[in-house]
């Protein structure tokens, strides 16, 4: 088997390989990816998060998602899909929606194939009132993000928003607010962050 990213043989048998899936990463590219986890708040919201967005996440997000690497789609969670059943067991996956636009060019939706490994239900209820491409974004238009998801799905008990990367927070922040009407108890969730903000950066939303 050869290392999805960096294209290195894996054959060394580890024991973990033994009783788990085997990792689709090298040793050395999984050392250096490294999960810290860290909960991020914006405003009254707590957001937990799993990876710097380093230049490594990044360049593996961008071959995955840019690229239409679907065989990434493991990669993310190879170590954490199990723990983020067992935390979020009872809740379902709210996903953060691309722009149809992007979906389409990528020819699946990235997020979902990432979460799906966690085995908790899915739920795509929640959509984009316009169709704005958050890559790129200004800081003024990401604002605007706050204000652009709706909820289209049923009631829910128990919600856990995802999203990959969050930047300023905006869209978690925005889908948060389009949900709050429609779940008992929610939860917001995303891969990586581009910097630890302080409180007072993050209210600035
Ligand atoms: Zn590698």
Redesign the pocket.
Known sequence: MK?L??D?RIDKITLKSLFFKEDP??R??RKALKTEHKTIRINEIEVSTFFDYDSLFRSVLLQYKECCDEALKDVFLYDLAFMIYLRYLGYEIVLIPSSELKKEKRGFDHLKLIFESTGLKMNDGLKMKKQLIQEGASAEERKRMTDNYVYEGKPLRKALIVDDVMTTGSSLYGAYQALKPYAGKIKVLSLARVHDFTNQEASVL
Do not use: A, I, N, Q
Request: net charge negative.
């Open positions: 290392c990213y960096c290195s990463l090298c050395e590219c």
